[in-house]
């Protein structure tokens, strides 16, 4: 299994950029697709972005143009570059990881929330106008 903890939320003005790190335990992480969820108060989770194994990409039509996903696998690590930020941006941001079963996944990564088998705290984000 993998143990995620997010870090680099906090306050920011609209406009202006953040990036979020997601440091994952464990030594099989190059066979985790990644992603990362947001989620508002009073709303349902939200899709914002997910790299599969083979680092194929896949971003929520809120963020696209705005948002990078990347991973290092070297490290552990996966980002979320997130540029000309908007308050309603303003959310907890998850880290997510699914495991792949085998070679068929590697270029896979879901947007669908229940289909991640782990998941990071959260870390705050807020955008203030």
């Known amino acids: 299994q993998v143990q995620l903890v997010e870090s680099g939320g906090g306050l920011v003005q609209a406009g202006g950029s953040l990036r979020l790190s997601c440091a994952a335990s464990?030594?099989?992480?190059?066979?985790?697709?990644m992603g990362w969820f947001r989620q508002a108060p009073g709303k349902e989770r939200e899709f914002v972005a997910a790299i599969s194994s083979l680092t194929n990409t896949f971003y929520g039509d809120s963020v696209k143009g705005r948002f990078t996903i990347s991973r290092d696998n070297a490290k552990n690590m996966v980002y979320l570059q997130m540029n000309s930020m908007k308050p309603e941006d303003t959310a907890v941001y998850y880290c997510?990881?699914?495991?792949?079963?085998?070679?068929?996944?590697?270029?896979?990564?879901?947007?669908?929330?229940?289909?991640?088998?782990?998941w990071g705290q959260g870390t705050q984000v807020t955008v203030s106008s």
């Open positions: 997510a990881a699914e495991w792949s079963r085998d070679i068929n996944d590697y270029s896979k990564a879901p947007v669908r929330a229940y289909e991640y088998d782990y």
């Open positions: 464990g030594r099989t992480f190059n066979r985790y697709a």
